[in-house]
């Protein structure tokens, strides 16, 4: 069982910038990957990026590459997602995501985190 917990969430205006954290805890072994998904009122569940752990390799999604990182702390089993020059279609709740793999879809994870609110006003 794994757990995760991000933080970071809040209320900016378009063009701000937010950094989210997401502390993986538990049964952590071998290859796998950290991702973030976000989902807005009355949408899909939204793959925004993912990194796999053992190699750095990130993957960001269209709608949000050259404006979004993926990043991440060894020491502190946590990966980041630095959000800069957001727009107000980028209101969503953020969701980190444990896997086996670096992949787009939601289910390919197997543990989620409880979400965090992020809010950008025009």
């Known amino acids: 069982q794994v757990q995760l917990v991000e933080s970071g969430g809040g209320l900016v205006q378009a063009g701000g910038s937010l950094r989210l954290s997401c502390a993986a805890s538990g049964r952590i072994f071998g290859n796998y990957a950290l991702g973030w998904f976000r989902q807005a009122p009355g949408k899909e569940r939204e793959f925004v990026a993912a990194i796999r752990w053992s190699t750095a390799l990130a993957v960001i999604a269209d709608s949000v590459r050259g404006r979004f990182t993926i990043s991440k702390d060894n020491a502190k089993t946590t990966v980041y997602l630095q959000m800069n020059s957001l727009k107000p279609e980028d209101t969503a709740v953020y969701y980190c995501?444990?896997?086996?793999?670096?992949?787009?879809?939601?289910?390919?994870?197997?543990?989620w985190g409880q979400g965090t609110q992020v809010t950008v006003s025009s």
């Open positions: 995501a444990f896997g086996a793999a670096v992949r787009s879809s939601p289910g390919s994870y197997d543990s």
